[in-house]
């Protein structure tokens, strides 16, 4: 059944919008229409930041403890509304429903994470004849993508509670069901109105008038880099505060004497995951010219051995990507991959074995990768590896630094010593070291044009914070 959401949520209660119209909202495997979500426009960007300015005066000069006995009622509130969310985020944008009970979800936790860290906008430094006290940054404008949507919006959401700071929020418009129903959840714990407000449409309609509105004053996006340049540029006439989360393009370093089984194996899951739609998924593996050969059997046979499929199969570990449109960018690269003399170990062009429609592509693996060819110097965005043969660690190093992304990276080596050595030399603002784990209490984020910004952690924080110095008299 197609559900129709024909209200947005300003001011603390749900408002018919002044926008018109309705964006369809499409089950990528099934290629069938899931919900209609209403559109707003200039009018409803205005309303939204109008109630959140209002807002701002009293929740701003809440008390840290207020503010996180708020965030652990949403945190309480949220689990009960876990699987719903992991439901509709697998049906809007296709990650299989077990791995979005986890990828997907488990972001919530990171509510009690940030009402702890509430306690940190309370604490005074004195220098001199000064008093340096923190405070938040204001009026939050948030612009999400549809690949981890509702990891996104916590990253955002919940520092921006914690801080003090109230909020518009405008998610990918093909995933906007779990913002719907973080709203509904906002709603039942009764949080003062004005400070959570949501926003659903198009992008290039709101865009723009989200990050220029006159009341915001600070912008947070996540998104592709050329959507992020340009509201770097578009928020500077009224000089924003910009906090940018955007592409990658991540080396992963192999060492001549790492583990290969575990290193390849790693390396290949770790992209595959969420059909290779995560901005850090390792997708250009360096591997030494000497054990090449060996590691691309380990990687065609860890590919093939992944299942591909219905992601209400709780056995599938890819389901398709998240919609037509990236099915065909990714076709479009690997197409470009194979006519500029890279050669497949696996996957292609096809649909994969036994499927007949929908969003899918196959886990790809290119073998005979230069470092100059469009596959690899682009965000492909899909399960597609590039294997890259290197001679010596300062070859692998310079191509790993050979890119215009600094989002994350990989390294695997003898020694996890041997390899925060390398680790240190990859200009990214993330390393995963010989098969290390994601950290919600570590900060996010990139250099070069992946980004400016940081999320989660205490620095997920500080994007948030203004600092204000107090002279006292001598
Ligand atoms: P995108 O096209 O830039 O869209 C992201 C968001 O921006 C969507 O909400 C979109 O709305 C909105 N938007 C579209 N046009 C806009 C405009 N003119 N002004 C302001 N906002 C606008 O990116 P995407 O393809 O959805 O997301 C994938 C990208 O996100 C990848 O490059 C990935 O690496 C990056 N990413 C980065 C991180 C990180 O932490 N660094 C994390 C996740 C993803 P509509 O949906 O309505 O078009």
Known sequence: MVKKYEKLFINGEWVTPHGTGFTTVVNPATEQPIAEVCNADATDVDRAFAAAREAFKTWSQTSAKERAEWIMKLYHAMEARKEDMAQAISASMGCPIAKSRIIQVNCVVAFKKFADRAAFMEEETKVNNSVIVREPVGVCSFITPWNYPLYQLVGKVAPALAAGCTMVIKEASITPLQGLIFAEVVESIGLPKGVFNLLTGKGSVLGDLMVTHPEADMVSFTGSTATGARIQKMSADTVKRVCLELGGKSPYIITEDAPLEAAVKFGVEDVMINSGQTCICLSRMLVPASRYEEAVVIAKRVAESLKVG???????????????????????????????????????????????????????????????????????????????????????????????????????????????????????????????DFNYDAPLGGYKQSGNGREWGDFGMHEFIEIKSLQLPG
Not at 333 to 345: F, N, P, Q, S, T
Request: charged share 20%.
């Open 310 to 436: 219905d992601p209400t199969d709780e056995s599938t570990y890819m389901g398709p990507m998240s919609s037509m449109g990236q099915r065909n960018t990714v076709v479009k690269y690997i197409e470009k991959g194979l006519a500029e003399g890279a050669k497949l170990v696996t996957g292609g062009v096809e649909l994969p074995e036994g499927i007949t429609g929908g969003a899918y592509v196959r886990p790809t693996i290119f073998r005979d990768v230069h470092n100059k060819m469009t596959i690899a110097q682009e965000e492909i965005f899909g399960p597609v590896i590039c294997m890259i043969p290197y001679s010596t660690l300062d070859e692998a190093v310079d191509i790993a630094n050979d890119s215009i992304y600094g989002l994350s990276s990989g390294v695997w080596a003898g020694s996890v010593a041997d390899a925060v050595k390398i680790a240190r030399r990859i200009r990214t603002g993330g390393c995963y070291v010989n098969g290390g």
